[in-house]
């Protein structure tokens, strides 16, 4: 009896191994289906979503924008010569074909729960929204822009400071031009004094 549940036990250890092998290295973009084993019409929308994910991850910018139906290859280089990590995405070749791996190998694994529980969880596919993405260059552009605006114009002197410190140099001029007519104004008050006392003065003689 012990014999036979350790029989038992090397068997489904033997095949649950056999399974994991299969998932061809186990990693996230190495996973592998025959091109014919999937319908052609659902391969060429996986390429049109591929090329629009790709027009996507290089800002409508590209220089190679490729998805071949027939083997399942794709090519995405955009116009500064980077080129995408495409596998962390949806709607990608890399992220079509892990699906489908999944898939598979669930199907061909239908009487055993356990191999397939493997199948599932030994295999991940890209999980990140294309349209999530932003560009490297739009956050250079924007950090540039708000260096440059809290910058001080004439090269690290507070523009601020800079007019309050001119005030009083403006006004100067007002407040002698203020003081000036009511000193030339006490004068001639005075010389009218002096001409009224003198006239009457002669008066009385």
Not at 112 to 127: F, K
Not at 166 to 178: E, F, H, L, V
């Amino acid at each position: 009896m012990i014999a036979s549940n350790l029989f038992a036990v090397a068997v489904i250890g033997f095949a649950s191994l056999s399974a994991a092998q299969s998932t061809n290295g186990v990693g996230v973009g190495n996973q592998t289906v025959v091109p014919s084993s999937v319908d052609v019409n659902e391969r060429n929308n996986w390429c049109i979503a591929q090329k629009n994910t790709c027009t996507t991850l290089c800002s409508k910018d590209w220089t190679t924008n490729d998805c071949d139906i027939n083997t399942l290859k794709a090519s995405c280089i955009c116009a500064d010569g980077s080129e995408p990590d495409l596998v962390p995405y949806r709607n990608t070749l890399p992220y079509f074909v892990c699906t489908e791996y999944i898939a598979q190998c669930v199907s061909k694994n239908a009487t055993m729960p356990a191999l397939q529980s493997i199948c599932r969880n030994t295999n991940t596919c890209g999980s990140l929204d294309p349209n999530d993405f932003v560009p490297t260059t739009t956050l250079s552009t924007s950090t540039g822009a708000a260096t440059t605006s809290t910058a001080p114009a004439n090269g690290g002197t507070n523009p601020a400071a800079s007019t309050t410190d001119a005030a009083p140099a403006a006004t100067s001029p007002n407040a002698a031009g203020t003081l000036e007519p009511s000193s030339v104004g006490l004068l001639h008050v005075v010389s009218l004094f002096a001409a009224f006392a003198i006239t009457g003065f002669g008066m009385a003689l």
